[in-house]
Structure formats: structure tokens, C-alpha cells
């Protein structure tokens, strides 16, 4: 892939009623969790469950620069996590490619700096064990 | 200086961090953002104007009390007042008192390190790679996981 000028990256979130929300300009960093190479997967000692629990298994982390409450943005999508538990779509999009998960979230954790910054935390993990591939 | 009040509430996890790599996006406020304007922000408290609560009888409340009147530069109205709580509006149309800021167009900084959110056992050192080199390797490992688990 060629090295594109200019950055297109974002993320949307489904908000509680399903609609996708691009919250990009709210997210400071996020991590993907993911098993480990497969070949070290298999080679562990681990029932065949075991060993399909962990191939479906993925854990999210989103990050917040910022609270921001504006119409449709980070909290008007997340503040309704504590209070349902619908599976989100969640789409990450980087250098012209597109990643899409089925995800459920556990909290939106608000956090007090000393400097007086107001940041959140969305964890959350696969809903339904579908493997989330990149297009 | 942010401080974790508290850990965020996780499903617990069914397989050790070991068995995890984490792929991760940054963006530094140092370098990938910028201070932005209420405007640009959509905020609601320039949009609407806001409200906020002082407790003079705390050295907090008076300093946050002396700075508004003497240094803001705001516009306000009392709008309650009882014993040494004080409650002020603010109308819509002038900046908050949040630092509002936007990203830069800059591409993040992506990595792909061991382990997930509780650690990283395997001490697997952490790789920075370009925006595209990340998506690449990300999209393999993906694949070789959907693979896998197709296979059973």
C-alpha cells in the first residue's frame, strides 16, 4: 500500500437506536486486543474450546481527549451504555481501509485530571464471535 | 496530568494476556491536536450559555468567585444565592471556561505491541509502524484468525 498524503482516519459508534455516530474528533487513542499469532495459539496447551473461545475473542479500548456532549459525539453515543446493552457497530478507518465490529460495551468511565481535564474510557468486547477482518 | 479514578468496568476476560497482542492508534495531545474555539467544537455552554455553582465558603469557591468577577472578562448574573452558595448564569455567545481542542491532520501514531489491557506479560516489545504498514499487518493477522477459527 502506498503511503497517502493527508489523513483520513476515523471512528464511528452506533449510538443506542443503532445509528452510526463519527466520533473521530473526540478520540485521543484506542486499542484493539487481539489473540496472538495463531501458530502460538494452537501450539498452546488448550482444549479445542478453549482454543476457539480465544480465536473469537477481541477487546476494545477507546479513549477520550475529551467530555464532550455536543449533539450526536462521544457522550450523547456512550452515556447509554450503562442503561442498555445493544451491540454497537464500531468502524475504525485508516489509510483506505475499513475494520468493523460488532461490539459490546461494559462502561463509559469518566476521569477527573488534576490539571481539571475531563476524559472517558469505553471498553468493550465482541458481541456475537465474529472475527472482525479489515476491507 | 490525568489520574485514574477508577478502573473502567471490563467483562472478564476468559484467557490470559499472554495469549494477546494489542494493536493501538495515538494521538498525543502534545502533537496530533490543537486548542479550538467553542465554535469549532459545537459546545453547548456557548450555544445554550451555562450555569455553575460556587461554595464562597471554601478557598476553592472564593478563588473561582475572585477570578470570574475580577479576571474572565464573562458576562454574568447572580441567580441564587443562599448562606455562601452562589449560583451564576452565564449567557449564551462567549467562550466557556473549557480548553476545547481538535486533531490535527497529522496520521497517528500506530503500534502493535504484546499483551492486551491488563499488561504485557510476554514482554514483547512495542513496534511503531507507518498508518499503512500497521492496516496491512493488522489485516493479515485478522485473516490468519478468521482462518483459524474457520478451520475450528
Not at chain 1, 502506498?2 to 443503532?18: I, L, M, N, R, Y
Not at chain 1, 482444549?47 to 475529551?66: F, H, I, Q, Y
Not at chain 1, 458481541?127 to 479489515?134: C, E, F, R, Y
Not at chain 2, 476545547?100 to 504485557?120: A, M, Q, S, T, V
Request: aromatic content about 8%.
Amino acid at each position: 500500500m502506498a503511503k497517502e498524503a493527508g489523513f483520513p482516519f476515523s471512528v464511528t459508534v452506533d449510538d443506542s437506536a443503532g445509528t452510526a455516530r463519527d466520533i473521530s474528533n473526540d478520540i485521543s487513542n484506542l486499542q484493539f486486543a487481539t489473540p496472538r499469532g495463531v501458530q502460538d495459539v494452537t501450539g498452546v496447551n488448550k482444549s479445542a474450546l478453549e482454543r476457539l473461545l480465544l480465536l473469537a475473542d477481541m477487546s476494545v479500548t477507546l479513549n477520550g481527549a475529551a467530555f464532550n456532549d455536543a449533539a450526536n459525539l462521544s457522550h450523547a453515543v456512550f452515556k447509554t451504555v450503562p442503561s442498555s446493552s445493544v451491540a454497537r457497530t464500531t468502524t475504525l478507518a485508516l489509510s483506505g481501509q475499513t475494520l468493523a465490529a460488532e461490539l459490546l460495551y461494559s462502561d463509559y468511565a469518566l476521569t477527573r485530571g488534576q490539571d481539571g481535564s475531563l476524559t472517558w474510557t469505553a471498553p468493550g468486547v465482541l458481541a456475537d464471535g465474529t472475527v472482525p477482518t479489515w476491507t | 496530568m490525568a489520574t485514574v479514578q477508577h478502573e473502567p468496568f471490563r467483562f472478564p476476560d476468559r484467557i490470559g494476556a499472554e495469549f494477546f497482542k494489542t494493536y493501538g492508534v495515538a494521538r498525543p495531545q502534545a502533537t496530533h491536536w490543537r486548542k479550538a474555539t467553542c465554535q469549532e467544537v459545537g459546545c453547548k455552554n456557548f450555544a445554550n450559555g451555562w450555569r455553575i455553582f460556587i461554595d464562597l465558603s471554601t478557598d476553592l469557591g472564593q478563588r473561582q468567585g475572585r477570578y470570574i468577577r475580577d479576571h474572565s472578562g464573562r458576562k454574568y448574573t447572580v441567580v441564587g444565592q443562599a448562606n455562601s452558595n452562589v449560583m451564576l448564569e452565564f449567557p449564551a455567545g462567549q467562550k466557556c471556561f473549557a480548553e476545547h481542542r481538535i486533531p490535527l491532520d497529522r496520521e497517528p501514531i500506530c503500534y502493535i505491541r504484546g499483551g492486551d489491557h491488563r499488561g504485557n506479560p510476554t514482554k514483547t516489545p512495542a513496534r511503531k509502524l507507518r498508518a499503512d504498514q500497521w492496516v496491512e499487518d493488522f489485516s493479515e493477522h485478522q485473516g490468519n484468525i478468521k482462518e483459524a477459527k474457520e478451520r475450528g
